[in-house]
């Protein structure tokens, strides 16, 4: 009986350490959840040591469907292949896939959207939607954020979901070992996007 009373406890102990590692993943969105995940998984951190240690969460803006637009997509299949600079010597190779018009607040913006010339094969349907906006380096990292979206997510009218919500710092935003893509200037929007990944204290 004394056996099986501190078999009891032990399983009681391991459920409560597994309870409270599930509570430390936290997050208002799916999105939000599986960004706190991956950053607290030093195998998928882009962290350094010591800012993994301290880690706890990620800073997201509260949640806000204003920031989910349905985009108009004008696709650019002659438009040149696009070399991005990057934060080290490397550089970066897509093509400009098309041009994405939206409004928000009443406000029309458009920004150009960018495929991997030469993705892996996990990569083959992704978009890659570089921009900056009036919270960089205030509120948001200062070299702009990034919007992953499918082409499988454009629908026959023409037209494709963004949502800002889901927009996500650059990994050299959170340590020098990484090279980055740097955003093109002319996708700027005039207006804040207060929504998706703040900026990131060191």
């Known amino acids: 009986m004394k056996n099986f009373s501190t078999l009891l ?3 009681t102990i391991i459920n409560s350490c597994n309870s409270q590692g599930k509570r430390q993943l936290i ?3 799916e999105f939000q959840k599986e960004m706190n995940a991956k950053f607290k998984d030093a195998t998928t951190s882009p ?3 010591k800012g993994l240690k301290k880690f706890k969460e990620l800073d997201f803006y509260p949640i806000n469907d204003t920031f989910k637009v349905v985009a108009k997509l004008t696709k650019t299949p002659d438009a040149p292949t696009f070399n991005f600079p990057t934060t080290t010597s490397r550089v970066a190779t897509y093509k400009k896939y098309g041009i994405v018009n939206f409004s928000i607040n009443g406000k029309d913006l458009q920004l150009d959207i960018y495929k ?3 993705p892996r094969s996990e990569y083959i349907n992704h978009l890659f939607l ?3 906006d009036k919270t ?3 509120t948001s990292y200062a070299g702009g954020r990034f919007i992953d979206i499918l082409t499988t997510d454009e629908q026959e009218n023409g037209t494709i979901i963004i949502d800002f919500n889901k927009a996500y710092n650059p990994y050299c935003a959170y340590s020098d070992r990484y090279s980055c ?3 093109p200037r002319n996708n700027s929007l005039d207006i804040e996007i207060n929504a998706g990944v703040m900026k990131y204290e060191k």
């Open 116 to 118: 991997d010339s030469n």
């Open 181 to 183: 893509p740097i955003t």
């Open 47 to 49: 962290l350094t040591k």
């Open 130 to 132: 570089p921009f900056l």
């Open 9 to 11: 406890l032990l399983i």
């Open 136 to 138: 960089n380096g205030k």
């Open 27 to 29: 997050g208002k969105s």
